[in-house]
Structure formats: structure tokens, C-alpha cells
């Protein structure tokens, strides 16, 4: 079974920078669709950006032109680069991953899309 662990998060200020780092192991993340998640406190989780198993991306509006999601098969490493920063982008980020055996990624960004995920870490913004 499948193991996600992030890590990179921390403190910035706005307009500051971060790239967060999933590592994948169990399997190999070149079977997987893999999907970065965040959730605010007294919010939703909600979908930041995902990459499919063949590397097409999605993201959401807020963060597009921002954020930057990517992946190293051979590190089995997925990353999020996250350029200026905003405080409302503060949340704990989860990495999430669907096997791609189980049938068409219709919704890249749904939090249901998705059967594994990380523990998360936490990003925090300052005005």
C-alpha cells in the first residue's frame, strides 16, 4: 500500500515563497495520480493542484500563475512550489494519490478522486 509523507512547510510572509516535497513510497509513484490538497481551519479541504500519471496538470484558480505542482518518478517525489504568497494560501497542504488502475481521473481536483493521503503540512502566512 501506498505511503505519502510531506514535508517543507513553515512560517513566510506574504509575497514569500516555499516549495513543499511528498515523498512516495510503497509503490511507484508513476502509477499513481497525485494531488496536492489544503485545509484552513473551519474549512473545507479543498483541491490546490493535481498532476495526472502521464504529467497533465490542473490547478485551482487561486493559486494558478502562483503555484507550481511537479513530480520526479525517479525520486518517487512529488513537489508544490508556492510563489507569492498570500495569507489567506495559510492551511495544512496534503499530498493525496489515486491509482491510475482504477478507472478515468474525472475530477482532478475532488477530494473523493482520491483513496491515500498524508498527514499534511502546515503553511502559515504573515501580512
Known amino acids: 500500500q501506498v505511503q505519502l509523507v510531506e514535508s517543507g512547510g513553515g512560517s513566510v510572509q506574504a509575497g514569500g515563497s516555499l516549495r513543499l516535497s511528498c515523498v512516495v513510497s510503497?509503490?511507484?509513484?508513476?502509477?499513481?495520480?497525485l494531488g496536492w490538497f489544503r485545509q484552513a481551519s473551519g474549512k473545507e479541504r479543498e483541491g490546490v493542484a493535481a498532476?495526472?500519471?502521464?504529467?497533465?496538470?490542473s490547478y485551482a484558480d487561486s493559486v494558478k500563475e502562483r503555484f507550481t505542482i511537479s513530480k520526479d518518478n525517479g525520486k518517487n517525489t512529488l513537489y508544490l512550489q508556492m510563489n507569492r504568497l498570500k495569507p489567506e494560501d495559510s492551511a495544512m497542504y496534503y499530498c493525496?494519490?489515486?491509482?491510475?488502475?482504477?478507472?478515468?481521473?474525472?475530477?482532478?481536483?475532488?477530494?473523493?478522486?482520491?483513496?491515500?493521503w498524508g498527514q499534511g503540512t502546515q503553511v502559515t502566512v504573515s501580512s
Open positions: 493525496a494519490a489515486r491509482f491510475a488502475g482504477w478507472g478515468y481521473l474525472n475530477s482532478p481536483l475532488a477530494r473523493n478522486e482520491y483513496g491515500y
Open positions: 510503497g509503490d511507484p509513484a508513476s502509477s499513481y495520480h
Open positions: 498532476i495526472g500519471r502521464i504529467g497533465t496538470t
